[in-house]
């Protein structure tokens, strides 16, 4: 089985830029627990959470995001993760 087969194909993303107050706001309307962080090029460079929303200190998604996603491609073997 590969990744394509059980992956989200339309992921909810948030810009570092924006507000801590609209990745909370876009969070509690998808009732999601976490959201990919996108440059304009769509290209992931880390995740806000609903911990990092609550517990973190910061105005934009940049500052209060984890760094250092670790990604694969959709034709990634599943059983190899």
Request: proline share 2%.
């Amino acid at each position: 089985m590969k990744v394509v087969d059980v992956m989200t194909t339309n992921a909810i993303t948030i810009s570092a830029q924006q507000t801590k107050q609209q990745a909370a706001r876009l969070l509690s309307q998808h009732r999601i627990s976490g959201l990919p962080v996108v440059t304009e090029e769509q290209i992931v460079v880390g995740v806000v959470t609903e911990f990092d929303v609550i517990s973190k200190e910061g105005q934009t998604v940049g500052e209060i995001m984890t760094r250092g996603v670790i990604s694969v491609t959709p034709d990634t073997d599943h059983s190899s993760l």
